[in-house]
Each structure stands twice: as C-alpha cells, then as structure tokens.
C-alpha cells in the first residue's frame, strides 16, 4: 500500500541527505518526499557558471530549467528517485553557433540517462554477474528494477579492457613457480 508522500524541507535535515548525493559538492536538495516505497529527493546544480559544449566558454545566463527524473541507488530498503532541476543556459560568445546548451552534471548521470551514473554502474555489475533475467530479479530485489533488455544493454555498452602491448611488468617466486604481472 502506498502512502500519502510526506513533506520534508528541515534544513539540517537536508544537508545530511546532501551528503548521501553522488555529487554533493555542486547539488542541492531543495525538498524530501517520502512515502512506504520510495525517498524522492528535489536537487539542483549550484555552481554559477555552465561551460558551452560547443566553444567551452563558460556562461552564467540562465534561459530556462527542465526536469529530469533519475533513480538513484536504494536507501535500505527504499527506491530513491531524483527529481534533477537541470538549467539551459544562453552561450556568452558571440560567434559560437551553439545559442542554448543543457548544463552537463557529469558526475551524476550521463545525457538522456534515466538512472544516476552509480545506479548505472551498479546495474551492470549485476547484469555481468547473473544475466539479463537473473539480474533483472536481482535488481527488483534491491530495489533498483530494471528489465533484462536495459541489463544486456548496459553489458553490451561496457567498454573492453585494452588490448596492446603491456608497459609493465614484474615477476614474483612462490610455491607455484615464477608469477609474472603486467600493468598496462
Ligand atoms: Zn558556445
């Protein structure tokens, strides 16, 4: 059963959950709402400036604000669910063709992402591990749920370790012989 969301703007209160944030040091969290399933925490960026994709320049105009609703990882028992205030900002440059960029929070999701970068990270662990169908139980399991398709798919974007030729390398004696290591 689901509960009616409480409301929670306490100050301290925040700052301890801002804390718990992926990226704590540019975001913060405006409201909590919670109810018997889910945390839903309200954040915004604070940094002053946004750097344009395009030229790099960076710029304090800010033209207009979306939001992004991501999930983060669970809290014990309970899914967290972010509800990312993300700010357009209008290029300083005159000659650069890029008007309006999204600014990027790098540290905390990627563009078009609907999770947090850590959940994401998570989730691919666990689809490495078990599978599309397993991890996808696993994954509802930890309060994380997601589909066996989104599991395959995370697994498929993981990037393959290099493959060149070591720049490194020690060798070690033990009972088995001699152990040689190579760093890349
Ligand atoms: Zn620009």
Do not use: K
Request: a positive charge; one cysteine or more; proline letters at 7%.
């Amino acid at each position: 059963m689901t509960t009616e969301p409480t409301f929670v703007a306490d100050a301290q209160l925040l700052a301890l959950f801002r804390h718990l944030l992926p990226e704590r040091a540019t975001l913060h969290c405006t409201d909590l709402t919670y109810t018997d399933q889910q945390i839903t925490l309200s954040l915004i960026a604070t940094t002053p400036t946004s750097s344009c994709r395009s030229c790099q320049n960076p710029s304090s105009r800010v033209r207009s604000r979306y939001i992004r609703t991501l999930a983060d990882l669970p809290w014990g028992d309970q899914r967290v669910c972010y509800r990312l205030t993300v700010r357009r900002f209008r290029c300083a440059n005159p000659a650069c063709a890029q008007q309006i960029f999204a600014e990027r929070l790098a540290h905390v999701t990627q563009p078009f992402a609907r999770r947090t970068t850590r959940a994401g990270a998570e989730l691919r662990a666990i689809g490495l591990a078990l599978g599309g169908n397993a991890g996808a139980r696993r994954s509802r399991q930890q309060r994380l749920p997601t589909s066996p398709a989104t599991l395959l798919r995370l697994i498929r974007a993981t990037p393959q370790p290099a493959i060149g030729s070591p720049t490194q390398s020690a060798s070690t004696s033990g009972p088995g012989g001699v152990v040689t290591t190579m760093a890349r």
